[in-house]
């Protein structure tokens, strides 16, 4: 949310604002296995802001509990990373901002409870990551909200 | 009646995909496209969503592994009438669902909206497609909304798409 006062919104402050959505249909990831689901650049002068990150977590493909790859990590994530050497295809470090979950259910950050903005030009990504040692079932839905330069 | 848009009406507003690039969707399968939790006082606005099939393939039979190709007269024939996992569902189908139960089969399940359905025919032209037009619907009981595609034929893997959004209103 906005902590300035509320004022009409110009058509050029309008121009400026750009959701962009994110959309990783249901997906099944391997053990141990990391996926981009999105990376985009910021300019100069450009902000950018997580609206919403939901991460669906399906179903397992086993019906004991799963074990963990790597016990100090939730089962399964979706985060923002900066900088371009942080996502591969193997876990990656901490996330600037994300959502996780040991259970399936549904996981989900938004503006009023979450708010998230990067002001610093470079690559960024939207990872979703398994650390269970079966294969999972995931969905993710968010948007981005880039405000550029005047 | 007709206002002005302030800042706090455009921060309050968040635009959430429900998209599906082109998918081989096995039948009688389904999948979540999307999903959405809200909590009150939030609403969630569903106005757009259509869904395209953009092929099929055999996968029993003579047709086994053979797509359905249109003839000379840019009919899709399908040579074995594609069987109905749910009759009078039509040939695959988008719901919203509150509460998706993974373990029950998404037709044993209660829509909060009346499905997005491409009919049953055994003739069709590709794409052939599906949208729900453009009346909006206000979701607004808190919950997890989860927009499922389903395959509703026996013998026919349908290559499919989506493209479609709901608003959140985070007040």
């Not at chain 2, 009981?141 to 290559?159: C, D, H, I, M, Q």
Request: aromatic content about 8%.
């Amino acid at each position: 949310m906005s902590l300035s006062v509320p004022s009409f919104v110009t058509r050029e402050q309008y121009d400026r604002t750009l959701d962009v959505p994110i959309s990783l249909p249901q997906t099944l990831l391997d053990p141990g296995l990391s996926i981009v689901v999105n990376a985009f650049d910021i300019p100069d002068g450009a902000t950018m802001q997580i609206r919403w990150l939901c991460l669906h977590f399906v179903r397992a493909s086993t019906t004991s509990i799963p074990t963990k790859i790597n016990n100090g990590r939730q089962g399964v994530s979706a985060g923002l990373y900066g900088d371009s050497g942080l996502y591969t295809n193997e876990l990656p470090g901490s996330a600037m901002a994300g959502v996780s979950t040991d259970f399936p259910n549904t996981a989900v950050a938004m503006p009023v409870s979450f708010p998230f903005a990067a002001k610093s030009p470079g690559t960024y990504a939207l990872v979703v990551q398994n650390n269970f040692s079966c294969r999972v079932e995931v969905v993710v839905t968010a948007s981005l909200r880039i405000t550029l330069a005047t | 009646m007709s206002s002005y848009a302030t800042t706090d009406d455009l921060d309050s507003r968040v635009d959430v995909a429900v998209a599906l690039p082109i998918t081989d969707l096995p039948a009688d399968t389904w999948l979540v496209v999307s999903t959405v939790k809200i909590d009150t006082p939030q609403t969630l606005t569903y106005r757009l969503a259509q869904l395209h099939i953009l092929g099929a393939i055999g996968v029993s039979g003579a047709q086994l592994g053979q797509a359905v190709l249109p003839n000379a007269d840019g009919l899709c024939v399908f040579p074995t009438a594609p069987g109905e996992v749910n009759g009078g569902l039509g040939l695959c189908w988008l719901g919203v669902y509150q509460g998706f139960d993974p373990t029950s089969p998404p037709v044993a399940q209660t829509l909060s909206e009346p499905t997005v359905s491409v009919p049953y025919a055994q003739t069709i032209v590709l794409p052939a497609s599906a949208d729900r037009g453009v009346v909006p619907i206000v979701l607004s009981a808190p919950g997890t909304y989860s927009f499922v595609l389903y395959n509703n034929t026996t013998n026919y893997t349908l290559r499919v798409a989506v493209a479609g959004q709901v608003r959140v209103n985070v007040a």
